[in-house]
């Protein structure tokens, strides 16, 4: 692996917690740099049996992110920004880029996410994708899974696109998604696409 491995006692300590009450102290933590990263490291938890548990900002209220599993952390490599394509209002990310980063590239193309979670400059896609984020502006935009058409004078003209999960490693690691109320076992995205909304202005 080109990421980090951590089985010591700190840093299990240190993730096992998230934003909820909840605490469990994880098997290990991983920060993969790449999507091989985490095929990897995905095929040796497969392997030992291992639970894993994918993690963006672990800003989850709900014990989300706090589990005896081997904890995939993708925030601090693997939240570069892809590109933006404006005329798809497709933007292709790393899970673990900030939301924040993100809307502020789609701005210079007077686009926007619309999902804003009140921790927009902290939570993450992936982290949006597996808890189906929504925010002060469901109303408008709708949530991660769900989005609305935006309402307004040419609203026919702004349509408002499906985020989706490009690559599955779970699936070629031989892992299935499953939740299990707040213990999520959701399989990591290796890749998300996030489609934007065009910029509700006014
Ligand atoms: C003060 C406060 C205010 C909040 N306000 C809102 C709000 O207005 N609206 C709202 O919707 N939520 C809100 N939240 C909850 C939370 O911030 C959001 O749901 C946020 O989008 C979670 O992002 P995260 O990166 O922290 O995800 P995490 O907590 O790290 O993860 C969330 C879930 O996604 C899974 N996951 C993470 N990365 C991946 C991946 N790569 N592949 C597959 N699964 C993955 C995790 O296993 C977990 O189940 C709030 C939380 C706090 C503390």
Redesign the pocket.
């Known amino acids: 692996m080109r990421g980090e491995v951590h089985f010591d006692m700190g840093f299990r300590a240190m993730y096992a917690a998230?934003?909820s009450n909840y605490r469990q102290l994880p098997i290990g933590v991983i920060l993969p740099r790449d999507a091989a990263d985490v095929e990897a490291a995905m095929a040796a938890c497969r392997a030992t049996g291992a639970a894993v548990?994918?993690?963006?900002?672990?800003?989850?209220?709900a014990g989300?992110?706090a589990n005896v599993a081997v904890v995939f952390d993708?925030?601090k490599y693997m939240n570069r920004l892809g590109a933006i394509d404006p005329d798809a209002k497709l933007a292709t990310v790393e899970?673990g880029i900030v939301l924040d980063r993100l809307r502020e590239a789609a701005e210079v193309h007077h686009l926007t996410y619309a999902?804003d979670?009140?921790?927009h400059s902290?939570?993450?896609l992936?982290?949006?994708?597996?808890?189906n984020?929504?925010?002060?502006h469901g109303l408008l935009g709708g949530k991660v899974a769900t989005p609305r058409k935006c309402p307004g004078r040419d609203a026919p003209s702004r349509r408002l696109l499906r985020p989706s999960t490009s690559t599955n490693v779970a699936a070629s690691a031989g892992y299935s998604s499953s939740t299990d109320g707040a213990k999520?076992t959701?399989?990591?995205?290796a890749l998300?696409s996030a489609q934007s909304a065009s910029k509700v202005r006014g």
């Open positions: 998230d934003s548990l994918p993690r963006g900002a672990g800003t989850s209220l989300q992110c993708f925030s899970p999902p979670p009140a921790t902290r939570c993450t992936g982290g949006m994708i597996g808890n984020s929504c925010g002060v999520t959701l399989a990591p995205s998300a």
